[in-house]
């Protein structure tokens, strides 16, 4: 009797594992059920997230994960290379998937906190030149442009946002 051919993971979860599997592997630890389970919500995801959102999705959807262990595998995933940290605010961190992703770059309001993507070749340009400069071989970049919307020009800018005394 033939063996039921199995159904192939995303054609992202799979490169994803393997580089998450030999990160872990140099560090001498596991990939872990609970592991992959976060690795595959934040695929699933697909956008910026805040750490107990991430960790309320997946109580929702059935998986039985504790707090540490989204904050340490979310750590073990920056160090890895897979996720990168983004602040858009003072108050809350959010975390994003690049791996395999084309640069996607952000725009933030430091009054009301909305963000919009955007990407520029000429800082892809830039960065290769920078990393080819120095030796070094680029695989991917995050930058964050923090400023005032136009829909904001007529209020002031508050004395902890604004680089220059009296403004």
């Known amino acids: 009797m033939d063996e039921p051919t199995p159904t192939p993971a995303p054609a992202i979860l799979q490169p994803l594992c393997s580089v998450f599997r030999r990160f872990l592997r140099s560090r001498g630890l596991k990939y872990t059920t609970e592991r992959a389970d976060v690795l595959q919500s934040i695929i699933d995801h697909d956008g910026p997230f805040e750490a107990e959102e991430l960790l309320l999705a997946m109580r929702q959807r ?6 540490a262990t989204i904050y340490r595998t979310l750590r073990l995933l920056q160090e890895a290379g897979i996720i990168t940290q983004a602040l858009f605010d003072s108050k809350q961190s959010h975390f994003q998937l690049i791996y395999g992703k084309q640069p ?38 995050r930058f964050q442009v923090f400023a005032m919307s136009p829909e904001e020009d007529d209020d002031p800018v508050p004395p902890e946002l604004s680089d220059t005394p009296g403004d």
Do not use: Y
């Open 62 to 67: 059935g998986h039985r994960v504790s707090k």
């Open 104 to 141: 996607q770059d952000v725009m933030v309001c430091l009054r009301t906190g909305r963000a919009i993507d955007f990407q520029s070749p000429e800082l892809v340009e830039l960065r290769d030149r920078i990393c080819a400069e120095l030796g070094w071989k680029a695989v991917g970049h």
